[in-house]
Nanobody, 123 residues
Framework: QVQLVESGGGLVEAGGSLRLSCAAS????????MGWYRQAPGKQRELVAD???????NYIDSVKGRFTISRDNAKKTVYLQMTSLKPEDTAVYYC?????????????????WGQGTQVTVSS
C-alpha cells in the first residue's frame, strides 16, 4: 500500500553534515503527518523532527538549531538536513508517515515506517 524509502545516512566526523531523504510511494492516500525518529543502541526510539497533523513542526530539543526538516509535497518526500553533527546523534534514523486513504473500499489510517538508515558520527 505505502512504502517509505529512506536514503542519505552514513559516516561523518563530528561537526559534519548529512541530509536524509524519505520518499513515500504508492497512490490513493493522504499524508497526515511525516517525520523522523531515531534509535540509538540501548535506547528507545525518539522523535527527532516532524510535520505534525495539526500543522506544527516539532523538533527534539537536542537538535534545535542544528537540524532542519523540510518537505516536497508533490514528491511525497520529507528531508532532514543535519548540521553540526555530534557523536550523540549516532543512531538508526527512521522515517514515519501517518497515512490515510481508502483501500478495498474501507477508510483506513495507519502509521508506516521506513527501513531505517544508519547515521554514525565519529568524534
Amino acid at each position: 500500500q505505502v512504502q517509505l524509502v529512506e536514503s542519505g545516512g552514513g559516516l561523518v566526523e563530528a561537526g559534519g553534515s548529512l541530509r536524509l531523504s524519505c520518499a513515500a510511494s504508492g497512490s490513493g492516500f493522504s499524508i497526515n503527518a511525516m517525520g523522523w525518529y531515531r534509535q540509538a543502541p540501548g535506547k528507545q526510539r525518539e522523535l527527532v523532527a516532524d510535520f505534525a497533523s495539526d500543522g506544527r513542526v516539532n523538533y527534539i530539543d537536542s537538535v534545535k538549531g542544528r537540524f532542519t526538516i523540510s518537505r516536497d509535497n508533490a514528491k511525497k518526500t520529507v528531508y532532514l538536513q543535519m548540521t553540526s553533527l555530534k557523536p550523540e546523534d549516532t543512531a538508526v534514523y527512521y522515517c514515519k508517515a501517518d497515512v490515510s486513504g481508502y483501500w478495498t473500499g474501507i477508510f483506513r489510517r495507519n502509521d508506516y515506517w521506513g527501513q531505517g538508515t544508519q547515521v554514525t558520527v565519529s568524534s
